[in-house]
């Protein structure tokens, strides 16, 4: 049953040509589709969830968006190991997308939490999460 997942989400965005690089590619690389296009937007669908980016109109462009006002702060998304995190910071960084935090990179969310945090281009923090190592312990006998 679905109830109560995220069925989308609708970001507005200031160049929708950079976003659609951007996401495009970044979703893509976590397993989204194309799912749909239009003149002022793109969409991408992974499962029943998918991501819509819109173009804003330029009468709305005068204030840049900011994580730290109110509204979205960031997205983030569940990777599948601790290996893919480290693949997808190689090549963020090889098409030259800074890292956020790069002095705790990737513990920067805390010891337990291996994560690579990145902005897009209108500066949204992203975050890919690895899943949290389960730590057993055997005794010896």
């Known amino acids: 049953m679905s109830q109560g997942l995220v069925h989308h989400i ?26 749909q296009e239009w003149d002022s937007g793109r969409s991408w669908k992974l499962g029943e969830t998918y991501l819509v980016f819109v173009q804003a109109e330029d009468r709305f462009l005068d204030v840049p968006y900011h994580r730290c006002r109110v509204g979205l702060n960031h997205l983030a998304f569940h990777a599948s190991s601790r ?14 997308i800074r890292i956020l935090y790069p002095e705790k990179h990737p513990f920067a969310g805390g010891p337990e939490y ?28």
Do not use: C, N
């Not at 507005?12 to 799912?35: H, M, N, P, Q, R």
């Open 10 to 35: 609708e970001l507005y965005v200031s160049d929708l040509k950079k976003t659609i690089d951007f996401w495009g590619w970044l979703l893509e690389e976590l397993g989204y589709s194309l799912f």
């Open 83 to 96: 290996q893919q995190v480290d693949e997808l910071t190689d090549k963020l960084q090889d098409r030259g």
């Open 114 to 141: 291996y994560a690579v945090f990145f902005e897009d281009p209108d500066r949204m923090k992203v975050e890919l999460v690895a899943p949290k190592l389960i730590h057993t312990h055997i005794d010896k006998l």
